[in-house]
């Protein structure tokens, strides 16, 4: 239980650090650069907290467009952004959502692991993943066997 706890805290805390506009503009960089390399002209939130991040890469680079069925189509490549990553979940949403409007390549950056066990692409349904920040959760020593408190 402990482990969980310490995972939402750091998660919001993560989140509530992109109020500051430095923290801001410094993951905005960090996912522009990323979606260069890798080729995306789409970009997609995963979650609603990773709106503001999309909405400061959209304004930050005009070679980006935002998700519509007509950009997923002239874009073939879809950016998937997120601030954190625990379970994959909100990525492998988005991912199934851009491959049903005609995606081909869905590429995925969150800016946070959550997790001591490290997500892959394919755990996520996209192509590539890149974690900009990873901030495992500590294992504590103290587990039984189960591994429950």
């Known amino acids: 239980m402990h ?3 310490d995972a939402m805290s750091t998660a919001q805390g993560n989140i509530d650090r992109l109020s500051d506009p430095g923290a801001l503009h ?5 996912v522009i650069d990323i979606a260069r390399t890798c080729g995306a002209k789409t970009v997609l939130a ?14 930050s ?6 998700l519509s069925p007509q950009a997923v189509a ?5 950016l998937i952004v997120d601030i954190n990553l625990a379970s994959g979940t909100s990525v492998a949403q988005a991912a199934r959502h851009v491959r049903e409007m ?3 390549r869905v ?15 394919e755990d996520c349904g996209v192509d590539a993943l ?7 959760v500590a294992k504590s020593p103290s587990t039984t066997d189960s591994g429950l408190w």
């Not at 995963?46 to 304004?59: D, N």
């Not at 002239?74 to 879809?78: L, M, Q, T």
């Not at 890149?130 to 495992?136: G, L, M, S």
């Open 102 to 104: 005609g995606a081909q």
């Open 74 to 78: 002239a874009s073939w490549s879809v």
């Open 130 to 136: 890149d974690v900009i920040a990873e901030r495992p």
């Open 3 to 5: 482990d969980l706890l």
């Open 46 to 59: 995963a979650s609603p907290v990773a709106e503001r991040l999309v909405g400061s890469l959209l304004t």
């Open 107 to 121: 590429h995925a950056v969150v800016l946070h692991q959550l997790t001591a066990v490290a997500a892959k692409a």
């Open 61 to 66: 680079c005009s070679g980006f467009v935002s």
């Open 26 to 30: 410094e993951a905005t960089q960090s």
